[in-house]
T-cell receptor, first 113, second 114 residues
């Protein structure tokens, strides 16, 4: 079945540590996105990529980095510069810019310990 | 700037009652609108996608309407079941050259009591 796979499901980060969240899709979608979800704040866009080797900052990119070396993969690194990283992270993909809607993964819960 | 509002924020109904969830948006120049379901601690599951040229979409017990001119969409769930308990999110999609194209509402948390 086609879909988006996010791993790990739960991730714990120590202070000052960088961690990487994985997102893989087998839908052959061009565009991929990372969202952050916090209670009471809804979903906010971190980064997005419309084609391989290109990505753009979203609304809250500070403290995060991404790469898009393959069409299927869009990993997100949460760096030590992100001061409040505890949140639920969702990866999504779409054909083109979303004319046929968005598909989301099952999410990664990141907690700072 | 597009703003999307969902009212009510929470809803509790007895099993078998029909559910009516509202979504309003401020910028009517949207490309399409998508309804999602989210269970606690889980990702988003797409329920229905309504293209801007459409007035409604149906899937099983779900029916979603779209009125672009008034900036409103309504999700109807017929004969609710306890398994329908979840948070329902609407999102409007606007095609543009750069920037965020998907704007979410805050969601409606639904509880269906057996």
């Amino acid at each position: 079945d086609g879909g988006i796979t996010q791993s790990p499901k739960y991730l714990f980060r120590k202070e000052g540590q960088n961690v990487t969240l994985s997102c893989e899709q087998n839908l052959n979608h061009d565009a991929m996105y990372w969202y952050r979800q916090d209670p009471g704040q809804g979903l906010r866009l971190i980064y997005y990529s419309q084609i391989v080797n290109d990505f753009q900052k979203g609304d809250i990119a500070e403290g995060y980095s991404v790469s898009r070396e393959k069409k299927e993969s869009f990993p997100l690194t949460v760096t030590s510069a992100q001061k409040n990283p505890t949140a639920f992270y969702l990866c999504a993909s779409s054909i083109g810019q979303g004319a046929y809607g968005y598909t989301f993964g099952s999410g990664t819960r990141l907690t700072v310990v | 700037k597009q703003e999307v509002t969902q009212i009510p924020a929470a809803l509790s109904v007895p099993e078998g009652e029909n559910l009516v969830l509202n979504c309003s948006f401020t910028d009517s120049a949207i490309y399409n609108l998508q309804w999602f379901r989210q269970d606690p601690g889980k990702g988003l599951t797409s329920l229905l996608l309504i293209q801007s040229s459409q007035r409604e979409q149906t899937s099983g017990r779900l029916n979603a309407s779209l009125d672009k001119s008034s900036g409103r969409s309504t999700l109807y769930i017929a004969a609710s079941q306890p398994g329908d308990s979840a948070t329902y999110l609407c999102a409007v999609i606007k095609i543009k050259a750069a920037g965020n194209k998907l704007t979410f509402g805050g969601g409606t948390r639904v509880l269906v009591k057996p």
